[in-house]
């Protein structure tokens, strides 16, 4: 294969690109009603992000409401704090607190 067919291929390449992402813009510039018609059509969605926090770089905070719970999710280190199955803990009641052990014969710490 010499370099004039390589440059004809080359250029074929580009032209077709071109036309594609061409006809791309011309649909969403100018036909917004029709793009929108060939997307999936969505149900009522069940999941929404009611808040997030960034800690630090590498994590975040993410308040997420599913159906009628709300769940607390630490991303970044790919964990869950409020593990499912477990009850809100603003449906909870109050916990009664801790007391201290006052063995003498503890000795942790």
Same mark, same amino acid.
């Given at each position: ?7 004809? @291929? /080359?250029?074929?390449?580009?032209? $077709?690109? +071109? ?6 813009? $011309?649909?969403?510039?100018?036909? #917004? ?5 060939? !997307?999936? !059509?969505? +149900?009522?969605?069940?999941?929404? /992000? $009611?808040?997030?926090? $960034?800690?630090?770089?590498? *994590? *975040?905070?993410?308040? /997420?409401?599913?159906?009628? !719970? ?5 991303? +970044? ?5 409020? =593990?499912?199955?477990? @009850? ?5 009641? =109050? *916990?009664? #607190? ?12």
């Amino acid at each position: 294969m010499d370099i004039l067919s390589t440059l004809k @291929a /080359v250029f074929a390449l580009a032209i $077709v690109i +071109g036309l594609i992402m061409g006809l791309a813009y $011309v649909l969403r510039r100018y036909a #917004p009603a029709l793009m929108a018609r060939m !997307q999936a !059509q969505r +149900g009522a969605r069940r999941l929404t /992000v $009611v808040e997030t926090l $960034v800690l630090d770089p590498a *994590r *975040r905070l993410v308040l /997420v409401r599913l159906d009628d !719970q709300e769940r607390l999710i630490l991303l +970044g280190e790919g964990r869950e704090l409020d =593990p499912p199955g477990r @009850a809100s803990a603003r449906h909870l009641e =109050p *916990r009664t #607190p801790v007391t201290p052990n006052d063995d003498p014969n503890d000795d942790l710490f």
